[in-house]
């Protein structure tokens, strides 16, 4: 069983920065991508960013890119997303993600609330 914890988070200004940060703990051995999903109020999850075991992005989503980069730590089992220039669109509870294998599972973590305001 895998666990994720986040930090990071909070208020910040149009065109400020803020960077997001999940370790995860248990059997970190099974996980194969990490990565950020967000959900605005009222709207569905989307996609942020994944990255893989071998530190190459295999997803971003379209408005994010050249703004955030996601990474992935030496131990393999934290990930980061630097968010920079953020807008107003870019509130949202932002989770930390995994997937892995044995057996097949996507999990999310509590989420942390990302404010953009003025």
């Known amino acids: 069983q895998v666990h994720l914890m986040e930090s990071g988070g909070g208020l910040v200004q149009p065109g400020g920065s803020l960077r997001l940060s999940c370790a995860a703990s248990?059997?970190?051995?099974?996980?194969?991508?990490m990565g950020w999903y967000r959900q605005r109020l009222g709207e569905q999850r989307e996609l942020v960013a994944i990255?893989?075991?071998?530190?190459?992005?295999?997803h971003e989503e379209d408005s994010v890119k050249g703004r955030f980069s996601i990474s992935r730590g030496d131990a393999e089992n934290t990930v980061t997303l630097q968010m920079n220039n953020l807008r107003l669109e870019d509130t949202a509870v932002y989770y930390c993600?995994?997937?892995?294998?044995?057996?097949?599972?996507?999990?999310w973590g509590q989420g942390t609330q990302v404010t953009v305001s003025s």
């Open positions: 248990g059997n970190i051995a099974s996980i194969v991508d």
């Open positions: 993600y995994a997937a892995g294998l044995y057996p097949e599972y996507d999990i």
């Open positions: 990255i893989n075991r071998d530190g190459q992005v295999t």
